[in-house]
């Protein structure tokens, strides 16, 4: 099937792209369901079921009240993060709920959003059972969504024949067709393009080349404003671990002008952009989710490092950039998973390092099979890397994560770009040993807060 960029590149709120993006899409599909199908007025109470991942982790990730937005008429592109304490205090103070704004219902937070903490659902790890009922108590609709990460949400109708819940295939015909890395790469040993153009080339089959280059631009410009925002914040995490951010200390470091002789200063800047992004995202804030919110600083922080130290970046570079790490990210979309309740966090670090590998090989002059070689190194030593956070918070081992992820992603071009894109291991190989990792991992390392760090810190 063919992904677009804006699938892999989605804006959205913190902390999570499949804990808090996700229900959000969910609760707001569901009632919009009810108006479309006329049972919205006859509504009088909604209860929603959350299981698996996201009923052991929803409370720390923002689940709860993302679906109470969602009910509420509110998208992840648009809700104001800002106002979301107060809105969630309105609805715990009156004990209601208006769905899409206009139907208002009796509500309880605590009693219509039932946390499954031991219970999974058939099909997926992240699934979300919704009912609505009249006034004598009957069903007038139920609808199950699962949330199989980078805010990508399915729903029953999407569970195909093989009891495995699939994205419905997009027929529509682009130009260059790939599913893995030896067929982009055979694309590029065809036509000679680069990857960017490939990618470029088949975003035209949905917009315009100047709507592909504005879109992504914008995507741009959120991730600078998550940036500097995460610098400009002060103070502690909210969920109780007493987080203190980072990011606004190491940008006091780095103005220092003494600092500007430290042969390290490049690795700082990287570790402040994707800490702060992150420590953005842990705050409920505005983020791009890359391809998943938990992983949404590495990109951004990759792509800054370019614009700092590199000569001649630009618009143009931003636009190619995102274009090959949203080939990059599609292929292991299509072939694994990005979702840590999937395969843990191999798939949303692991992903991220690789999509910005790739991506930033190709502006410091690589080839397509050095592109393929870095995305391949990024996937490889991110290779069983858990998603075990403490307290079920986007916050530890996350943030710091993310810092890592970016500076292994710079290594990874730069390995890459040593050599002629000659390997022993390919990107698809990597690819499909992180999904078979992923299936032999334990499920308490599998965002459930029941392994790893998860069980080991002790928390404040």
């Not at 592109?77 to 205090?89: F, G, K, S, W």
Request: with cysteine; hydrophobic share 45%; aromatic share 4%.
């Amino acid at each position: 099937m063919a992904l677009s960029v804006f699938d892999l590149f989605k804006i959205g709120i913190g902390p999570s792209s499949s804990h808090t993006v996700g229900p959000m899409i969910a609760a707001d599909r569901f009632v919009r369901g009810l108006a479309d199908g006329g049972a919205l007025d006859a509504t009088r109470r909604v209860t929603v079921e959350l299981f698996g991942s996201l009923g052991a982790t929803g409370k720390g990730h923002g689940s709860i009240p993302a679906v109470a937005l969602g009910l509420m008429g509110e998208r992840p592109d648009v809700v104001d993060p800002a106002l979301t304490p107060e809105r969630i205090a309105a609805i715990t103070e009156s004990g209601r709920l208006s769905l899409l704004g206009e139907h208002s219902i009796v509500f309880d937070l605590t009693e219509d959003i039932v946390l499954h903490r031991n219970k999974k659902a058939r099909f997926h790890s992240n699934a979300m059972a919704f009912r609505a009922r009249d006034e004598n108590g009957a069903v007038l609709a139920e609808r199950t969504f699962y949330s199989i990460g980078g805010g990508f949400v399915l729903d029953d109708s999407q569970v195909s024949s093989a009891d495995e819940p699939v994205i419905v295939a997009d027929d529509t015909a682009v130009r260059y067709p790939f599913r893995t890395g030896d067929e982009l790469l055979a694309h590029a040993a065809a036509t000679k393009m680069r990857i960017s153009d490939i990618v470029m080339a088949n975003e035209m089959a949905w917009h315009s080349e100047e709507e592909v280059r504005s879109g992504l631009l914008k995507i741009w410009s959120v991730m600078q404003e998550c940036i500097q925002a995460g610098i400009n914040a002060s103070g502690v995490l909210p969920g109780g671990l007493k987080v203190k951010r980072r990011a606004p200390q190491l940008a006091k470091k780095l103005a220092d002008a003494t600092v500007s002789t430290d042969p390290l200063v490049a690795m700082d800047r990287v570790n402040m952009y994707a800490i702060a992004v992150n420590e953005q995202n842990a705050a409920g804030g505005r983020v791009v989710t890359a391809p998943t919110n938990g992983a949404a600083g590495i990109i951004p922080a990759v792509l800054q490092y370019f614009h700092d130290f590199v000569s001649g970046a630009d618009d143009d570079c931003t636009v190619r950039f995102l274009l090959v790490a949203a080939g990059i990210g599609s292929i292991i979309k299509e072939n694994a998973s990005i979702s840590g309740a999937e395969v843990g966090c191999q798939g949303e670090v692991g992903s991220a390092c690789s999509m910005a590998a790739g991506a930033l090989t190709e502006l410091l002059g690589g080839t397509p099979w050095q592109v393929e070689n870095a995305a391949e190194i990024g996937i490889e030593h991110n290779l069983g890397l858990t998603c075990d956070p403490v307290g079920g918070l986007v916050q530890i081992p996350c943030i710091e994560r993310n810092a890592v992820g970016a500076v292994k992603a710079i290594t990874a071009a730069r390995i890459a770009l040593s050599g002629d894109g000659t390997h022993q291991v390919s990107l698809d190989k990597a690819v499909k040993t992180m999904r078979e990792t992923g299936a032999d991992m334990k499920d308490k390392y599998k965002e459930t807060a029941r392994g790893g760090l998860a069980l080991n810190v002790v928390e404040c």
